[in-house]
């Protein structure tokens, strides 16, 4: 009695091991090809965004006396951007919506939407920030409650300094900040 399936299985499972071989080495040439436009592209994309972010620092703004705001009231405050531009005009001015939750706290929120970068309202009577452009809703801690936004309002960071409130401008406010 004679096996002829062996004289066919070798050369199969050769040509299988073949394939095998091609795929292995050519997902590993596209990961070392990814690897390597990553490493490239790393410094790249740093020396490009560096001056960017270098050149709109984050600034302290004083918006006011702690003594000017009332505990537990959200009130619009307008300060000068971090970078005005000697053109900018009206443009240079920004805002932020604080409340002062207590004797010695207070929060501060972007005023821009998150989903879009409309400027928010708050509507003290439903303790909502509402956004007019596309209905997004917040709740008083800046969190969704409806609409498109998905992301929460940004907060930016306060202190109280010899007694002046302030507020962490940044050039970019809806890119937001640790939280
Ligand atoms: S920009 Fe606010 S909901 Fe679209």
Redesign the pocket.
Known sequence: MTDDSHPQSVPNRSREADCGRRIFLARLSLALAGLSAAIIAIPVVGFVLGPLIQKFPRVWRKVGRVDDFKVGETVKVDFLDPSPLAWAGVTAQTAAWLRRVDVNNFIAFALN?T????P?HWIASAQMFL?P????VFYADGTVAA???QRPLVRLPVRVKDGQVEVLASAIPIAGYAR
Do not use: A, I, T
């Not at 989903?115 to 409309?118: D, N, P, Q, S, V």
């Not at 452009?133 to 997004?136: D, E, R």
């Open positions: 939407c989903h879009l970068g409309c928010v956004c452009c596309h209905g997004g609409g498109p936004p």
